[in-house]
């Protein structure tokens, strides 16, 4: 598969990377077919979270892949923490907790990155670099990033954490766009123009974060795919006739339109269907025209001025 620079690292991750939210619904047949499909296509970027399954999804996955030394070498390993029930906690006593849990759960010394998962308001910058420097001098965690913040927040950390923040995982997808729309209508009175995230799209292209879209398919929030929904008919009117010029499915272009900006983002897809997830690594080798990228962000109902 394509691959790309994650953030200002040297680490060169596909172009898609394959959610694990969902593994522990698989049975132990399923999961291993699924991650055995998955390395064939290329997909050996796992993103994980410590509260998927309260863990368990990282142990599904670890035994589904039958981890050791030589699968640990072939693949890469993602994963986040900071949610706790009824909070969030960036302290650094629950970063190192949370990271020996996480490392015990899937059978493996080191992380190749990890993501602070949803913005913590108590956060004290000067504990996180504290736990990041430990991390990376023990080789337990290798390169680091963040989760749903933006760029205020992402530049709070870097006023004390010396290493690169080289990713910032984000809802996008077609009909979740909105860090894309403000950009069109600046300066403007719609409601599309109002600044929700302190224009995270452009600072992450200006500093060099890999942004990775999560729910690349969903519709607000965990609220359905819009794909094959009847209440976005012209979007999939338009995605299908598309699709249909690729001979792909709807499901690569939908991946497609996002790998097209050029801000070489690297989408997070959650789906345990062996059929999609081969679907969405198409995405990976097309390249939709400029005509075509916007065609679709009109047909999502996307004005331009």
Request: charged share 25%.
């Amino acid at each position: 598969m394509r691959t790309i620079p994650l953030g200002t690292s040297k680490l060169e991750v596909p172009v898609i990377a394959i959610g694990c939210m969902r593994i522990g619904s698989l049975d132990k047949l399923q999961a291993e077919r699924f991650v055995q499909t998955a390395l064939e296509e290329g997909a050996n970027f796992f993103d994980h979270a410590d509260i998927y399954g309260k863990g368990s999804c990282e142990e599904v996955f670890a035994e589904a892949i039958q981890m050791s030394p030589s699968v640990r070498e072939r693949i890469l390993l993602q994963s986040k923490c900071g949610i706790r029930p009824g909070m969030f906690d960036f302290s650094k006593e629950h970063i190192l907790h949370a990271v020996v849990g996480i490392l015990k759960r899937l059978k493996t010394e080191y992380l190749d990155v990890l993501l602070l998962h949803r913005p913590d308001t108590l956060v004290e910058p000067e504990e996180v670099a504290e736990a990041f420097d430990l991390l990376e001098s023990t080789g337990k965690v290798r390169h680091f990033g963040v989760s749903n913040q933006n760029p205020m927040q992402i530049q709070l950390l870097h006023k004390y954490v010396k290493q690169p923040i080289v990713a910032n995982q984000l809802q996008l997808s077609i009909m979740n766009a909105t860090m894309i729309s403000q950009g069109f209508n600046v300066n403007m009175e719609s409601n599309s123009a109002v600044n929700r995230d302190g224009s995270v799209l452009d600072f992450c292209r200006l500093h060099d974060i890999t942004i990775q879209p999560w729910s690349p398919f969903q519709h607000g929030f965990f609220e359905g795919s819009f794909l094959g929904n009847e209440k976005f008919h012209e979007l999939n009117k338009k995605v299908d006739e598309i699709a249909a010029r690729y001979e792909v499915s709807n499901t690569t272009i939908a991946i497609a339109w996002l790998l097209r900006h050029p801000a070489n983002m690297q989408p997070v897809i959650g789906t345990t269907n062996i059929d999609r997830m081969k679907d969405c690594v198409k995405a990976a080798h097309i390249r939709l025209t400029r005509e075509e990228w916007y065609d679709i962000y009109r047909a999502a109902g996307n004005v331009l001025p």
